[in-house]
């Protein structure tokens, strides 16, 4: 009979191609790669829990047609420990997708022993977990972004709407100049004075040390330990589709680390924050040395998700915010203040305790 059941190692090859026909080619790993990052994530990850597998659906042939990737995650409210769930993976092959095969895969998720649950997913998505009790988080849906050179950034832009190559050539040599003359104008609101900062190689150690501090301020929180952490810096260092993984920690003058933030730098192009995470008073100060980190390097703009209680630091550093209008953050919990304190931003819940990073 068809239905949903836990998915097993045995499925990855099945999973796999169903990725494949939705997806494509598209993240660059060849067909043996992808089998075992998606063995890894399904099967293999540190947080892997038996009252919370990930999830298929099979057909009336016995064969799996759609798919609901399962993220157990230990987090906290009020200091008390919580369990999520991050959904990822999710996809349903095309000829079932008329079916209630999404439908009743993620009914079977929200249903799961977990506090609450979390997704990412566009407005089909989104009416669906609504029609489950759930909502979209509106403030962690949005995205910052900060030129650093404006007019090759506009230029970018006007690309993906497919402004004619002929004329994006010839105004390529007027972008650099005007970057140029902009960066060292004094007063201009894309000048990058030099952080006060100091910058070194971030580890896992600093992490879990500091997670207490950059976290204190917030009613929901990750935890994470050794094992995980390591794992999770690991993966996200293997994902050169993306850009080169950048791990900052910033200590303050007396040798005090204040904070890190973690990036995907890609010069010539849009770097994506991963994580930003600051003590009390200290994250203006962090954000500063990361512009200025990317900007020396090459990138044109710096983006990622917002962090809500500090729309007031990214708007004074000029950054813009937006929604693509396809990408929603989705909360389900069996406990409201879990969801009110995620609705009022007093939560740190940044791309990487999400479903951003995971795919492959």
């Known amino acids: 009979m068809s239905g949903v059941r836990p998915l097993v190692a045995a499925d990855i090859p099945r999973i796999a191609d169903l990725h494949r026909g939705i997806f494509g080619a598209r993240n660059g790993l060849a067909p043996g790669q992808l089998d075992a990052y998606l063995d890894e994530i399904l099967c293999r990850n540190p947080w892997r829990d038996p009252d919370l597998p990930s999830l298929v659906y099979e057909g009336d042939d016995g064969g799996v047609v759609g798919c609901l990737g399962v993220m157990p995650r230990l987090m906290s409210i009020g200091g008390a420990q919580i369990r999520a769930a991050i959904s990822h993976s999710f996809m349903v092959e095309p000829s079932g997708r008329a079916s209630l095969a999404g439908v009743a895969l993620s009914r079977a ?8 649950s979390m997704a990412e997913g566009g ?3 989104r009416r669906m977990v ?6 979209a988080a509106l403030l962690y849906s949005l995205r910052w972004t900060r030129p650093l050179r404006p007019s ?16 994006a050539g010839a105004l390529v040599p007027f972008c650099y100049a005007t970057d140029a003359v902009g960066s060292w104008v004094g007063r201009g609101p894309f000048r990058l004075p030099p952080p006060r900062l100091s910058g070194e190689e971030l580890d896992c150690d600093a992490m879990l040390r500091s997670l207490e501090a950059v976290s204190q301020g917030r009613s929901i929180r990750p935890r994470y330990d050794a094992a995980s952490l390591a794992w999770l810096l690991d993966l996200l260092g293997r994902k050169p589709g993306r850009g080169a993984l950048q791990k900052v920690m910033l200590e303050n003058s007396y040798r005090e680390l204040v904070g890190w933030y973690l990036y995907y730098l890609n010069p010539g192009g849009i770097s994506e924050v991963v994580q930003i995470a600051a003590r009390e008073g200290c ?4 954000l500063d040395h990361l512009l200025y980190h990317a900007r020396e390097r090459g990138a044109v703009a710096v983006s990622g998700q917002l962090d809500p209680l500090e729309l007031k630091t990214f708007w004074e550093r000029s950054c813009v915010f937006h929604h693509d209008g396809a990408s929603w953050v989705l909360v389900h919990a ?3 203040e879990i ?5 009022r931003g007093d939560a740190f819940l940044t791309r990487l305790e999400g479903e951003w990073w995971i795919s492959p």
């Open 109 to 116: 998720f929200l249903a799961g022993p977990q506090d609450f």
């Open 123 to 125: 407005e089909v998505s």
């Open 152 to 167: 090759r950034y506009v230029l970018s832009f006007l690309k993906r709407r497919r402004l004619p190559g002929a004329l």
């Open 283 to 286: 994250f203006g100060a962090i």
């Open 130 to 135: 609504e029609g489950f009790g759930g909502a």
């Open 334 to 336: 069996k406990r409201r």
């Open 339 to 343: 969801v009110e304190a995620i609705h």
